[in-house]
């Protein structure tokens, strides 16, 4: 939640600023703003709004530079205003600074401060470090920034301009994220790589307590002792078209329609002679493997869906005990986690603050702990001990479409990877399912192209203002999902429920004007869920059902069947997904909701 950027170099600082932002703004956008410096002047821009309200501003004011900062916010502590807006300044306006995080003893420090004579201007956390930094300040910027994170509490990654220092700009990071960008004449740090895509490939991505000095000529770093050290160079994977619309309407429909890739990518090289093969990623020696008793899987929001899904596959698959939380509820609870536990984190940005600690809770205890992120470099990618990344790519949009297919995918091979290892599946039957899997990208491509009937259902429904989704067994987390995208991108009431549970309260709901819209395949529970359609028609609600192809039956049943080709049970949710997506993207599009920038969402939530 919330993206800073920095930039020092040849460009023009509010080209780079901007676009950096823009690119980032799935952080937040609440407000945004700038600080520029040239010669010993601050310029500080802030507005509320998204990017493009700022950008007026800027444009009008005709400003330029070499060195500067920027923010896109995901309001936390004070309301949405400008004076609440970054960047913010110290009193005597030495120190200028942009904040993503929360400082928990903010209210301790700014009364500290206010009883030594300072006065604020914001209702921000932030305003109270850069005076803090001001206080500590005695001219050695290390110094003062080692100190500064003994000061505070909580989670930060800070932008630091200093009026007296033309050449560069330092930053910090505890606990939210900080990359650097290397180039050449210039260089660049921010929240995320997506703003450095156009610019430099070469990152340095910042550890825990990390300082950082970065100028025109190249970065230094020092740990959080203020002990210099030397930077580890990456380079990513990731190129600037991944991070742009390319002729789409919406970052949302490009990313569905790069789901079938996102599955193909995924599996890319794991698959070795028809077998799962995750040994390269994956340096688990037999007896690790075999002390294993239980496998808890930990997430947020789709993330916990996609964790769901795999949850049944992963106990019929193995023989663990496999057991689903989402992160802020394992955390204040007793769960039975020590190092007979695999403890599996899933976290597209590997960012969220509740999966994080979820994290450290279970390694504490003994667990040992996987992440599944999108991610490379992701804190949560850092602190476990082995990661398996899903190779999506850069998602924009806020609501997650193709990296829940790619969190699927990853567990899947997990599940079957560990199904070998521990004897719980034949070599055939592994053999077999690796080979539907390989099949899944043209089946998921197959439903994509079916995107107009999603279009019509849409036009059709719009002006419903409630929804029920129902599925069973594998259908069921996949109905999760489908209700969660119509929330979050078009802000209707739509409700994800196991359909034998409809009957105990929620057919309360139904009369004509409430869908129910029914993840119904041809497995082993489909009539079962057959008689849950018919109890919701018996209460004129108009059925839509997501079923599978050659259905005739279901025509018989439903008001309108939207079928997806056939694959087996467990691999259903990777084709029934899609046209609940697309209902979710067109219903929103019709309402002219933002569906990339949904109210009151930011991707990555970086608080508890
Ligand atoms: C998904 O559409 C949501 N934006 C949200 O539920 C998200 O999945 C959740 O915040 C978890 O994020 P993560 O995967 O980055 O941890």
Request: aromatic letters at 8%.
């Amino acid at each position: 939640m919330c993206g800073i950027i920095g930039y020092v170099g040849e460009r023009n600082v509010v080209d780079v600023l901007l676009d950096g932002m823009r690119r980032m703004e799935y952080r937040g956008y609440d407000s945004a703003g700038m600080a520029l410096l040239s010669g010993d002047r601050f310029d500080v821009i802030r507005e509320v709004g998204k990017v493009a309200e700022l950008e007026k501003l800027v444009h009008d004011r005709g400003l330029t530079g070499c060195l500067g900062i920027g923010h896109t916010r995901w309001a936390t502590h004070g309301g949405v205003t400008v004076e609440n807006a970054h960047p913010h300044s110290d009193e005597s306006g030495r120190f200028v600074l942009v904040h993503n995080g929360i400082i928990e003893n903010f209210l301790d420090l700014k009364e500290e401060l206010e009883n030594r004579g300072d006065h604020f201007s914001s209702q921000t956390d932030t305003e109270v470090i850069v005076h803090c930094l001001a206080r500590l300040y005695d001219g050695d910027m290390v110094h003062a920034l080692v100190e500064l994170q003994k000061k505070l509490s909580g989670s930060f990654a800070l932008v630091i301009l200093r009026k007296d220092d033309p050449d560069g700009f330092f930053c910090v990071r505890r606990g939210s994220p900080l990359v650097l960008g290397l180039g050449d004449g210039e260089n660049f740090c921010a929240s995320d790589v997506p703003p450095l895509l156009p610019y430099t490939r070469e990152v340095v991505y910042l550890d825990e307590g990390d300082i950082g000095e970065v100028t025109r000529k190249g970065v230094r770093l020092w740990d959080d002792k203020g002990c210099s050290k030397e930077p580890t160079l990456q380079e990513v994977d990731w190129d600037v078209s991944m991070a742009d619309k390319e002729g789409y309407s919406h970052f949302m429909l490009k990313e569905i329609n790069e789901q079938g890739a996102v599955v193909r990518n995924t599996l890319k090289g794991r698959l070795a002679e028809g077998r799962v093969d995750l040994s390269e990623e994956l340096q688990w020696s037999q007896e690790l493997v075999a002390s294993w008793r239980n496998l808890h899987i930990v997430a947020c929001g789709t993330s916990y869906y996609a964790s769901l899904v795999a949850e049944r596959a992963l106990s019929k698959w193995t023989d663990l005990d496999v057991r689903v939380d989402i992160a802020s509820e394992y955390r204040y609870r007793t769960v039975r986690t020590d190092e007979k536990t695999l403890a599996v984190f899933v976290s597209q940005s590997g960012e969220t603050a509740d999966t994080i600690a979820a994290q450290r809770l279970a390694r504490g205890l003994g667990a040992h702990c996987l992440a599944v992120t999108n991610v490379r470099g992701s804190t949560l990618s850092r602190e476990v001990h082995d990661t398996l990344l899903l190779k999506a790519g850069p998602e924009i949009g806020v609501a997650a479409t193709k990296t829940f297919m790619g969190q699927m995918t990853a567990l899947y091979l997990l599940a079957l990877y560990l199904g070998r290892l521990r004897g719980g599946i034949s070599a055939a039957e592994e053999i077999r399912l690796a080979e539907e899997l390989s099949r899944l990208p043209y089946k998921v491509e197959t439903v994509i192209a079916r995107e107009n009937s999603l279009q019509g259902l849409a036009e059709r429904y719009v002006s419903c203002r409630d929804f029920l989704y129902l599925g069973r067994g594998y259908s069921f987390p996949v109905a999760l999902e489908g209700a969660l995208k119509l929330k979050e991108i078009s802000y209707l009431h739509a409700e994800g429920y196991a359909a034998g549970e409809m009957k105990h309260g929620p057919i309360a709901l139904l009369d004509d004007k409430v869908p129910v819209i029914t993840v119904i395949p041809r497995d082993s529970l489909y009539e079962k869920t057959l008689s849950n359609i018919l109890e919701a028609k018996a209460r004129r609600s108009p059925i839509i059902a997501i079923g599978t192809d050659g259905d005739s039956l279901l025509e018989t049943y439903a008001d309108h069947v939207v079928t997806v080709p056939w694959t087996d049970e467990e691999f259903t949710p990777f084709l029934s997904v899609v046209p609940l997506q697309l209902f979710a993207y067109h219903v929103a599009k019709l309402r002219r909701c933002d569906i990339d920038r949904p109210r009151n969402l930011a991707k990555s939530v970086t608080v508890e």
